[in-house]
């Protein structure tokens, strides 16, 4: 009887020591969390995302009067790197004496922060202003130039302010909320009088 207890306990052992681990907490709550995780974090390419949200009927439309294909959390951290590379193509279309003295408008403090991260990689210089929130404090003294590069401003204002303008170039993100599907990219030149003069009328808070 001896040989078959020992086989028996020896087999026994060997079949425990091949079985695979239980399931522990962190990873049931890993394949709880990641349906989720899959629409809140940039982890799959943007159209891929939207089919996803689609089947799960998870697409949210939290902010009044805006929209996107994805959830606003990705959709408001998309395009902003192509953004900036659509203005640096505009910049470059310039001749090198416009370029040299170019200053970049932005009306929102997020399109103000893509050209000051993204632009040094596009090659753009350090020359952005902004009306928004604290943008619009960081910008007093910086505003004046004979030519601007304008994200999304208004036409009229641009034609009040410079002898010269015209629309250079659109961004498109097709991703993005509504307010940032289609931006015009403007440029004004000869300005008809120093921008510091209207400054305090453009600030914007919210």
């Given at each position: 009887?001896?040989?078959?207890?020992?086989?028996?306990?020896e087999g026994a052992?060997?079949?425990?020591?091949?079985?695979?681990?239980?399931?522990?907490?962190g990873?049931?709550?890993?394949?709880?969390?990641?349906?989720?995780?899959?629409?809140?974090l940039?982890?799959l390419?943007?159209?891929?995302?939207?089919?996803?949200?689609?089947?799960?009927?998870?697409i949210q439309?939290?902010?009044r009067?805006?929209?996107?294909?994805?959830?606003?959390?990705l959709?408001?951290?998309?395009?902003?790197?192509?953004?900036?590379?659509d203005?640096?193509?505009?910049?470059?279309?310039?001749?090198?004496?416009?370029?040299?003295?170019?200053?970049?408008?932005?009306?929102s403090?997020?399109?103000?922060?893509?050209?000051?991260?993204?632009?040094?990689?596009?090659?753009?210089p350090d020359?952005v202003?902004g009306?928004?929130?604290?943008?619009?404090?960081?910008?007093?003294?910086?505003?004046?130039?004979?030519v601007?590069?304008?994200?999304?401003?208004?036409?009229d204002?641009?034609?009040?302010?410079?002898?010269?303008?015209?629309?250079?170039?659109?961004?498109?993100?097709?991703?993005?909320?509504?307010?940032r599907?289609?931006?015009?990219?403007w440029?004004?030149?000869?300005?008809?009088?120093?921008?510091?003069?209207i400054?305090?009328?453009?600030?914007?808070y919210i």
């Open positions: 009887m001896r040989p078959f207890r020992s086989v028996t306990v052992m060997q079949n425990e020591r091949q079985s695979p681990p239980p399931a522990g907490p990873l049931l709550l890993a394949l709880a969390v990641l349906p989720v995780a899959l629409l809140l940039p982890l390419p943007p159209e891929v995302t939207v089919r996803y949200g689609g089947v799960l009927g998870m439309k939290p902010e009067g805006q929209s996107s294909p994805l959830p606003q959390l959709a408001d951290r998309t395009g902003w790197e192509a953004g900036v590379e203005v640096a193509r505009v910049f470059r279309s310039l001749p090198a004496e416009d370029q040299a003295k170019a200053v970049f408008f932005a009306p403090y997020g399109q103000a922060g893509a050209l000051e991260f993204f632009g040094p990689r596009f090659g753009l020359r202003i009306s928004h929130n604290s943008y619009w404090h960081w910008s007093v003294g910086r505003t004046n130039t004979d601007l590069i304008a994200v999304d401003p208004d036409p204002s641009m034609r009040q302010l410079f002898r010269e303008t015209w629309q250079a170039g659109v961004s498109r993100c097709d991703y993005c909320m509504t307010w599907r289609d931006e015009a990219i440029v004004g030149r000869r300005s008809v009088a120093p921008l510091n003069r400054w305090a009328k453009v600030r914007f």
